[in-house]
């Protein structure tokens, strides 16, 4: 499973950026999709997360109705909508698959992404 990531940037705070992440090879669906992201000194985060099994999604506090986690079975793409975007947002965000069953967050995830940089700033 490839999966390479687009969408990141630069945006004022409040504002909103979509990731795209496509995979090829594989379709999405027998895998768990997840985002996670790295800021500047700090460990990496997950951010949100989807497993095989169930379509409820996980979203990390800080993040919580601000961003939506979603799939396109036909594009065979996952996507990260983010909406009132803070300067603490600001990281290299990376999208995420595995075949893993079960609750998705926590664990190793085998497939990443190349990442993509979001900074937020006025």
């Known amino acids: 499973l490839q999966l390479v990531e687009s969408g990141g940037g630069l945006v004022q705070p409040g504002g909103s950026l979509r990731l795209s992440c496509a995979a090829s090879e594989y379709t999405l669906d027998y895998y768990a999709i997840g985002w996670f992201r790295q800021a500047p000194g700090k460990e990496r985060e997950e951010v949100s997360c989807i497993s095989k099994s169930d379509p409820t999604p996980y979203y990390t506090d800080s993040v919580k109705g601000r961003f939506t986690i979603s799939k396109d079975n036909v594009k065979n793409t996952m996507y990260l909508q983010m909406n009132n975007l803070k300067p603490e947002d600001t990281a290299i965000y990376y999208c995420?698959?595995?075949?893993?069953?079960?609750?998705?967050?926590?664990?190793?995830?085998?497939?990443w992404g190349q990442g993509t940089q979001v900074t937020v700033s006025s």
């Open positions: 995420a698959a595995d075949p893993k069953p079960g609750d998705c967050s926590g664990g190793p995830w085998d497939y």
